[in-house]
């Protein structure tokens, strides 16, 4: 059923390609006889542990399924993870400053019960899928360079070659990846006590923050500025740029801070078919959901709400497996969608099929998949917009609804509060080898696998009127990053995630056939929106006829759309679209992909810049390179600003990018943790006493030296003290 | 950029002047091996485990690396930021003229 391309196995050998439009970056190592660097022992981890192989590798050599548990037990330390602050922002009329409501959204706070333990809690249900598979195939997506210019470390590969290579040969060594935030649950316990005040108190109004304003914009829907503002609070703030390192996508071949997703549609009904698209989850696949009065809508409605709360009513409506709801036949849990959302449109086309498909993705970005910058980013959303919310038609967007749990972030958002510590503990025992049940089994206790992530999210959506086709160029963010792309052909959709600046894809081509008895079927298509030279973009695809779905599900089989998804994800995309360390790369590497992002056009120059910085403060790349890579990417004498020292400086180059936008009130600093954050704003300067100030007596040190011995830097008063705040990095 | 500092160090090594170093990297045994191998023999407060988020930084309210801030002898912060690096020599002269030692820095580089 899965479409793999076929690839000869990797080769030893790494590509170097001449950079015409950097003929100024010395580009040592390639071209001559090549250089050779073997491979040394296991790679290690950044604590210099061993990096136990990825499980791909473990169903290779165990030739079959993996243990349920080896995530948790494979011993490879975690990463650290920035805590995540459930600080609550909310924006007054003007716009300028903001209440903030620490710890809201804590155990005892805002966050509604039903989102504790909900997801994740179920981890630990998981069936083992496709593990004993994973290992025994092929890469799925790999091959070369991304145009010949990186090592590529696959999983499932202890080295990796390179192909396609025009002049060069040497051998580099990669790291087998790590598992990047598996085995979750002390890290999030943390973060779930960064938040834990439980009670709600407004403190003083900072300015907001760089990644203050992402959350704003993602709460807006508005994914690309979202993303500006992101990569906008790397590029100002040098702690962000540590937190959130440059991480290895092997399908791109290519580093990112974020892996970015969209999800589009494709619709193919039969000239003849008049009506909205039959979906998986609807009892009746055969049936068609026609535009109906108000009136019928209301009743049924109250019927899909009781019958479709979360954990109550065994889940019967949409898994097929409980019955209950199915004493009433036209009462389609996709009736009354409102599709003005995002979450709304990919229901109305892609039923439940679309609905699980977010929790493999939201599952993944939850467990640093996507990079730990998605991780922190969340949908915040002005105060204004929570009045509007109220009113009896206008039932919110998810995406946009104020208040902590919000749509398709609900579970994120509930659990970065006291829920995310027991709920990834759950995954981390569990593993989340079986995501399948994962993603489903939790919080209902005794319902259906099937049944109770689809009523979750739908519950949100669900409105009072008719759902209405949305509109097919409906553009918005599903959650961080995530976006919905709208409906049109495959190619047009390609055309659009990159004009979106998005990594891959994920398409639903809905096709319904014109017999009075309509039958659908849904095909997911996954895109890689980097093909490297010689492959498809469209990486694997799927089938699932709607009647299929339906017979197995009564039939109380495993769910076709659970197997098809772990194709799509376990078997493909988590091959080649998760964050893995970065290979090993040596100044040339470097130099010559600065020199590539140099020559290309960029939707989002900010996204490269970031990876310049990134290679800049990890010595990788030499400052004059660096200055002159960040003037091509962001414009003349951009470098010198954004390599500045002073952060205020960085700020305002970044104004540039963000028209109408008033960045002077931003604030500064640890934003990437949210437990540091200072603020340059007035409201903050009485706060402590004890800040560095010109003209007044220093703030004290005292501190351990590197050798562990306590000093104060009181003790060199009578001198002249440079005091420098320095690191070797 | 350690030569500067070292030149400063080495001119200055009779004068009332400390190069006082906050090193905020998180592995402070790497980064004892690397003050050994440079050869950096000006004293360092450990920013801590927390690495540039450590308490020291926090407390200076710095997030960009490396910043320098130039404290006279009374311990009243006399310069910081952008402009310091600049004219750091010419800052450093004046603050050491004013408690009577002329001193005319000189860098190689």
Redesign the interface.
């Known amino acids: 059923m899965i479409k793999i391309p076929v690839l000869t196995r990797a080769v030893l050998v790494a590509t170097c390609v001449p950079i015409l439009a950097l003929a100024l970056l010395s580009f040592s190592g390639c071209g001559g006889g090549g250089e050779s660097v073997t491979f040394n022992g296991p790679p290690t981890d950044e604590n210099g542990d061993p990096i136990t192989p990825d499980r791909s590798q473990m169903g290779a050599a165990g030739g079959g399924a993996a243990p349920a548990g080896d995530d948790a037990d494979d011993g490879a330390p975690e990463r650290a993870r920035p805590a995540q602050n459930n600080n609550n922002v909310q924006l007054n009329r003007g716009g300028q400053r903001i209440q903030r409501s620490i710890g809201a959204a804590g155990p005892g706070g805002t966050v509604p019960p039903a989102n504790t333990g909900s997801t994740n809690a179920g981890n630990s249900g998981g069936a083992v899928n496709g593990a004993g598979l994973s290992g025994a195939s092929e890469p799925l997506i790999s091959g070369g360079l991304a145009n010949g210019l990186y090592p590529q470390p696959n999983p499932g590969f202890s080295q990796v070659g390179f192909g396609g290579g025009l002049n060069a040969n040497f051998t580099v060594p990669v790291s087998v990846p790590a598992q990047p935030g598996n085995g979750a649950g002390a890290a999030d316990g943390f973060a779930g006590a960064s938040g834990n005040s439980g009670s709600t108190r407004d403190v003083e109004p900072v300015a907001l923050t760089l990644l203050d304003r992402a959350n704003f914009a993602f709460g807006e829907g508005d994914e690309k500025k979202a993303f500006q503002y992101l990569y906008a609070h790397l590029l100002v ?3 962000a740029i ?1 937190d959130y390192p440059l991480e290895w996508y092997s399908g791109l071949a290519q580093p990112r801070v974020a892996f970015r997703w969209g999800v589009g549609i494709q619709y193919n009904p039969a000239s003849n078919f008049e009506g909205n698209p039959p979906v998986i989850g609807d009892p009746e696949n055969v049936r068609i959901v026609n535009a109906a009065p108000a009136s019928g809508g209301r009743d049924n409605r109250g019927g899909s709400g009781r019958t479709l709360g979360p954990g109550g009513g065994g889940g019967g409506l949409l898994g097929g497996d409980g019955g209950g709801g199915s004493s009433r036949p036209e009462d389609s849990p996709y009736k009354n969608l409102d599709t003005r959302s995002p979450q709304g449109m990919l229901l109305f086309y892609a039923g439940d099929f679309g609905d699980k498909t977010l929790d493999r993705l939201e599952f993944r970005r939850d467990n640093s998949y996507y990079g730990r910058l998605l991780q922190m980013a969340r949908v915040e959303e002005a105060a204004e917009e929570a009045e509007d919310a109220g009113s009896e038609f206008n039932r919110p967007n998810p995406a946009r609804r104020s208040g902590p749990p919000r749509g398709g972030s609900q579970r994120t958002i509930g659990a970065a509060g006291g829920g995310r510590g027991g709920g990834n503990a759950a995954g981390g025992a569990g593993g989340f080898v079986g995501d399948d049940g994962a993603n489903t089994g939790g919080g209902g206790g005794a319902v259906g696998n099937d049944a109770i992530s689809a009523s979750s999210r739908l519950q949100e959506l669900l409105g009072d009127s008719v759902a209405r086709r949305p509109d097919d160029n409906k553009i918005g963010t599903l959650y961080p990053g995530v976006m919905l792309i709208g409906l049109a052909t495959k190619s047009e959709l390609i055309d659009r995630g990159r004009e979106l600046g998005l990594d891959g894809l994920l398409i639903f081509n809905v096709r319904v056939s014109g017999s009075d008895v309509p039958e659908t079927t849904t095909t997911l298509r996954l895109i890689n929106l980097y093909p490297q030279e010689g492959q498809r973009e469209e990486v694997a695809s799927v089938n699932l006829k709607h009647k299929d779905v339906a017979s197995r599900r009564e039939a109380g089989r495993s769910d076709p759309v659970e197997s098809a998804l772990n194709e799509i994800f376990e078997q493909a995309a988590d091959r080649g679209f998760r964050a893995s360390p970065m290979p090993d790369l040596r100044a040339e590497h470097v130099e010559g992909r600065v020199g590539q992002l140099m020559g290309e056009t960029h939707v989002d120059p900010l996204r490269p810049a970031v990876e310049v910085v990134s290679f800049f403060r990890e010595g990788l790349l030499k400052e004059e390179y660096a200055v002159k890579a960040l003037d091509a990417l962001l414009g003349e004498g951009m470098g010198d600003k954004v390599l ?4 205020e ?2 700020l305002a180059a970044m104004s540039r990018f963000f028209p109408g936008d008033d960045l002077a009130s931003t604030g ?3 934003g990437s ?1 949210g ?2 954050r ?1 603020s340059t704003g007035a409201a903050n300067m009485a706060a ?1 006493p ?10 004290e ?1 005292e ?5 562990g011995v306590t ?1 104060k ?2 003790d ?14 | ?1 350690y030569a500067h ?1 070292r030149s ?1 160090v080495e001119q200055l090594a009779d ?11 998180a592995d ?1 045994d790497e ?2 091996d ?2 050994k191998d440079k050869n950096l023999s000006w ?6 485990p927390q ?3 450590g ?28 402009d310091l ?1 600049r004219n ?1 020599d010419q800052r ?1 002269e004046e ?2 003229a004013e ?1 009577g030692h002329d001193v005319q820095l000189e860098h190689d580089n």
Do not use: C
């Open positions: 703030d040098d702690a540590q500045s020292m002073n952060q400086e960085r500064f600093g640890g943790s437990a540091s200072v402590a004890d800040k560095p100030t010109i003209g007044e007596l220093a703030p040190i501190s351990e030296d590197l050798d000093f830097l009181s060199y008063r009578g001198k002249v003290v440079l005091l420098d705040f320095w690191g070797d990095w | 950029m500092e400063l004068k009332p002047f400390a190069l006082i170093g906050v090193n905020s990297d402070r980064i004892r690397i003050v004293r360092s407060f450990w920013n801590g690495g540039t988020r308490p020291i930084s926090r407390q200076w309210e710095v997030s960009g690396w490396p910043t320098l801030y130039l404290i006279d002898a009374d311990g009243v912060i006399r310069h910081g930021g952008q690096r750091l450093i603050l050491l408690i």
